[in-house]
């Protein structure tokens, strides 16, 4: 290989104990930089083994390439492919970075055919222009299995339509050095041995992407492959590190919708599956399910994994993870009510809320408060805004709010409701028989949690959570279920799984959660599961426990969902809940509004403004001022 102080290009290996290979690599690029002696390389090998540290590379090293002045031959102690690659990076010096695994041989017109490619996009050959190359990967032992290949004819250029996974494989990347002045490094937490297990270099196709810089892969930019991987085994364990480097993935970049797209077909071919739809690898007997799982489980260990750096300060109890959540599930309401009315996705997030507000509720009661004072602050945070949008809907003319008015203000609307068997009865005040019902769980559930011996809480919960689904098992026996599951019964397994929650440290739950997730579905899409009626309930009933995974993630600040905007409208989503339908009914009377996109951004944000000016204007102080009462009247003052 040609010496120089600056050399051109730096091919940056990786490698793990793996000597033999790293020396079968090494041997064909110094091959393909003798074929273009005016290119100057230099090669920086990092050994990424803790056990073993230098010995493979030092034998190598002094076999063969003891008189190899450029080559470099570095120690990185602590595990990871994405590190060991940042390592290399630090210590190579040129301007075109060519990234290259320990199991695969380069052509030997590599680097000539690498100039010509560059050459298309003037000034990435200086390093000076950002650009993101990658080649064909053939396979190098016709023993292995076809796969962690990447096989094309002509150039391609990549674009949103196509997930970006293997569209530039690790195993032949190239970048120059205005790319990563740009975009950076590997994520370290991405690719083998490190947390998230894959996709580090998925993870830099899409940043660059982000970032405006051109994507190409060029067939005559060649490595062969000798991964050795030859049974089906080998390739679903690979395929499962895969899906769950990508739902990491999917979390990082939360903010390109584009990506998340893919996870949505793969939520919809799970779907299909069921019903005997085509599996998402038939050849090697590869489900749309297992693919999910590990998507699920990826996104949930990068979104609690961020958080344990800074972990919530133990003087406080607020979570404003919690918030956000409270935000997510107005949002799916929202979604419903104003937009997407053939599904029923604004369920799921009432089911969230009633998770949550278990959770609290019991928590609160486990420290045993006076049950005034409990009932007291109870009152004061959700009487405010329920009593003015009662008096709202009653003011605009509703029939349904004037009509009713005693049952409304009474927290009965859902008994109404019940008895008529018609929401439209009560419009536009049909929605109150979800606070109907928290209402109703609050002035019954201290009795039991402070009267109940500890040992026997949580047979309890478990008995109450199985009421849920009994009860509404029942009314669908005798046709009854639409719409008496408006009453307590019908959503006590949400509110008594968050009560379990306070009560309990549930180890598996984080995992439940993950691989019951897609059972959410049947929530959102009830239309798909029409005739599936055990299913849909089962799918209903089961909800609960990822509901409770996400709540319990957020309590312990093992969730990043939202840094400031959510929390924010997460403190006002109960008033948001309480005007929203008001609202619509407003511009549903008055100007004619249907369902919609531009009635949901209207509505939304007209019940975001309606719900943050109550809040400050008049919730806080009234909240405040009946408090401040209440001390008064307990504690008076004496004057001499």
């Known amino acids: 290989m040609q010496q120089a102080m600056i050399p051109d290009v730096s091919v940056l290996i990786a490698t793990r104990n793996r000597a033999a290979a790293a020396l079968q690599c090494l041997r064909s690029v110094r091959a393909a930089s003798a074929q273009s002696p005016d290119i100057a390389v230099e090669v920086i090998v990092v050994e990424n083994d803790l056990g073993n540290r230098l010995n493979p590379v030092e034998r190598i090293l002094r076999d063969e390439f003891a008189d190899a002045a450029n080559v470099t031959f570095v120690a990185e102690d602590l595990p990871g492919l994405a590190r060991a690659r940042n390592v290399a990076i630090a210590h190579g010096k040129g301007r075109i970075l060519v990234f290259i695994d320990d199991d695969c041989l380069m052509d030997a017109q590599y680097f000539n055919d690498l100039r010509k490619n560059l050459g298309t996009s003037p000034g990435a050959w200086d390093g000076t222009v950002p650009v993101l190359f990658g080649g064909r990967v053939d396979l190098a032992d016709p023993l292995d299995q076809p796969f962690t290949i990447r096989l094309l004819d002509s150039p391609e250029t990549y674009t949103v339509t196509r997930h970006p996974g293997g569209f530039v494989q690790g195993c032949n990347l190239v970048m120059t050095r205005a790319t990563l002045d740009k975009i950076g490094g590997f994520d370290r937490r991405f690719g083998a041995g490190a947390r998230f297990r894959a996709s580090d270099d998925t993870d830099i196709i899409v940043r660059a992407h982000r970032a405006g810089i051109p994507v190409q892969c060029f067939p005559d930019m060649r490595v062969a492959h000798a991964h050795g991987r030859r049974t089906r085994e080998d390739i679903v364990r690979l395929a499962s590190s895969y899906a769950y480097g990508d739902g990491a993935l999917y979390a990082r970049h939360v903010g390109a919708p584009w990506l998340l797209r893919h996870f949505y077909w793969t939520c919809r071919g799970a779907v299909f599956e069921l019903f005997g739809g085509r599996k998402f690898a038939p050849s090697l007997d590869l489900s749309h399910w297992k693919v999910l799982r590990n998507n699920l489980a990826g996104a949930s260990s990068y979104l609690t994994q961020r958080r344990e750096a800074v972990p919530p300060s133990p003087q406080s109890s607020y979570r404003p993870q919690l918030d956000s959540i ?305 001390q008064r009247s307990r504690h008076p003052q004496t004057f001499a």
């Open 326 to 630: 409270r935000a997510v599930a107005l949002l799916l309401v929202l979604l419903q009510h104003f937009w997407l009315v053939d599904t029923a996705i604004g369920h799921a997030g009432v089911r969230i809320f009633f998770v949550l507000s278990g959770f609290l509720i019991t928590r609160q009661l486990l420290t045993k408060p006076p049950l005034v004072e409990f009932y007291l602050r109870r009152a004061s945070r959700l009487a405010p805004a329920f009593v003015l949008g009662v008096l709202l809907a009653i003011w605009l003319g509703f029939d349904g709010a004037s009509q009713f008015w005693k049952w409304h203000l009474l927290q009965l609307t859902n008994l109404v409701i019940a008895r008529a068997g018609d929401w439209g009865i009560v419009w536009p005040l049909g929605h109150f028989w979800t606070l109907n019902i928290e209402a109703q769980f609050y002035l019954i559930w201290p009795f039991f949690i402070l009267a109940l011996p500890s040992r026997a809480l949580v047979p309890f919960m478990c008995l109450s959570i199985l009421a849920g689904p009994t009860y509404r098992a029942g009314l669908a026996m005798v046709n009854m279920e639409e719409p008496w599951r408006v009453l307590p019964f019908g959503e006590i397994d949400a509110l008594a799984m968050g009560a379990l929650l306070a009560v309990v440290r549930v180890p598996l739950l984080y995992r439940a959660g993950l691989f019951l997730s897609p059972v959410c579905a049947v929530m959102a899409f009830p239309e798909v599961f029409a005739e599936h009626r055990i299913l849909r309930h089962l799918g209903i009933f089961l909800s609960i426990v990822p509901f409770a995974a996400l709540i319990a993630a957020g309590q312990n600040g093992r969730l990043s969902i939202g840094e400031a905007i959510l929390p924010a409208i997460g403190r006002i989503s109960y008033g948001a809940y309480v005007y929203h339908w008001v609202l619509y009914a407003v511009l549903n009377r008055d100007l004619g509004a249907t369902p919609g996109p531009v009635t949901f951004v209207v509505a939304s944000v007209g019940t975001l403004i309606v719900a943050w000016i109550s809040f400050h204007a008049f919730e806080t102080p009234v909240r405040r001022g009946i408090l401040r009462l209440a």
